[in-house]
């Protein structure tokens, strides 16, 4: 009973350094965080500067606010295993390490940048368009919740898919959208219900259909990941 304790122990805490060692060096480098701020600001403004004083409908600033998540996501979580190739530690992890281990350190650390990233795009959004109204916190907060978990997962396998590619700024972006569409369609209705002022339970359908999304491309990444990382 003991070594199946030891060996969960062992991974959760090497999970726990791949996240550590990932935030130091971005708090350091600060590459992927600056990136994210900087294309949420400019979006944004590009936004309020091109709308003046009309007021686009909800359903098209729901789908706005999804555009501007999706692109940000693109221009920084693309490095998570792109920089471990040019430090040439990446044989030194596959040698301290199993794979799974890296793989949820990697998806923990996207998804607290996801999640901070998130809110502030939300905030900076409702400040300076004013047409964007949450009528209903509750559908809006687990959308936003979901869909950034959601993110995170996708990118991060696709990200070691890509790690060892020539092309890496542009094959990201290639590969992502089609993975990402469903989630991002499904996340601009839910807000979409949520600026409406719908019930919670209107936007069940949404809820069920992204928690399935997750469940499976978890399922499917830590699958699959031993043999991406490992070729």
Not at 12 to 23: A, M, Q, T
Not at 56 to 70: C, E, N
Request: proline letters at 3%; one cysteine or more; aromatic letters at 12%.
């Amino acid at each position: 009973m003991r070594k199946p304790e030891a060996a969960w122990q062992q991974w959760l805490r090497s999970s726990i350094s791949i996240f550590r060692k990932d935030w130091h060096s971005e708090l350091r480098t600060r590459y992927a965080i600056s990136a994210l701020v900087m294309f949420v600001v400019t979006t944004i403004s590009i936004m309020v500067f091109a709308l003046g004083s009309e007021s686009a409908p909800v359903d098209v600033l729901s789908g706005m606010l999804w555009v501007v998540i999706f692109f940000a996501a693109m221009s920084g979580l693309s490095r998570t295993f792109v920089a471990e190739e040019e430090r040439g530690t990446a044989m030194t992890l596959q040698l301290l390490t199993s794979p799974s281990a890296i793989y949820f350190g990697k998806l923990f650390f996207n998804l607290v940048l996801m999640i901070g990233v998130n809110t502030f795009t939300v905030l900076l959004y409702a400040i300076f368009l004013n047409g964007f109204i949450v009528k209903t916190s509750s559908i809006f907060i687990i959308t936003i919740a979901l869909g950034s978990i959601g993110l995170a997962a996708s990118s991060t396998i696709i990200a070691a898919i890509i790690a060892k590619a020539n092309t890496k700024g542009t094959l990201y972006p290639v590969l992502s959208f089609p993975i990402l569409l469903p989630l991002l369609l499904t996340c601009i209705n839910a807000t979409r219900l949520a600026t409406e002022g719908a019930f919670l339970n209107e936007a069940t359908g949404e809820f069920q259909f992204l928690v399935s999304y997750i469940v499976v491309v978890v399922t499917a990444s830590s699958v699959l990941f031993e043999y991406i990382w490992k070729d």
